[in-house]
Nanobody, 124 residues
Framework: QVQLVESGGGLVQPGGSLRLSCAASGGRFSRYAMGWFRQAPGKERELIAAISPYGGTMNYKDSVRGRFTISRDNAKNTLYLQMNSLKPEDTAVYYC?????????????????WGQGTQVTVSS
């Protein structure tokens, strides 16, 4: 059983930056494709970035490409999301999630394990 714990959320002004971390335990982290999702009030959960087990493939939602960077450190069992040039529309609860395969996916149903989420609020 894989446990995921996010950290690094908070309140930031527009144009600011945050770095989210997701610590994984209880599984073979380096085997799994991972993703960051977000969910704003009244909206569906959406994939914003995904990464293959060794980082060779990274996919981004169009609205965050060039501003957000997903990365992972398999030695530390940790997934990261560097978020720059934040906008008010980035406000949401951010979740990390793990698949049980090496294939990157944009579909929430393909992700078997989820963290509890961390709130990101972008406001002046």
């Amino acid at each position: 059983q894989v446990q995921l714990v996010e950290s690094g959320g908070g309140l930031v002004q527009p144009g600011g930056s945050l770095r989210l971390s997701c610590a994984a335990s209880g599984g073979r982290f380096s085997r799994y494709a991972m993703g960051w999702f977000r969910q704003a009030p009244g909206k569906e959960r959406e994939l914003i970035a995904a990464i293959s087990p060794y980082g060779g493939t990274m996919n981004y939602k169009d609205s965050v490409r060039g501003r957000f960077t997903i990365s992972r450190d398999n030695a530390k069992n940790t997934l990261y999301l560097q978020m720059n040039s934040l906008k008010p529309e980035d406000t949401a609860v951010y979740y990390c999630a793990a698949t049980t395969s090496s294939r990157v996916s944009s579909t929430p149903l393909q992700y078997a394990y989820w963290g509890q989420g961390t709130q990101v609020t972008v406001s002046s």
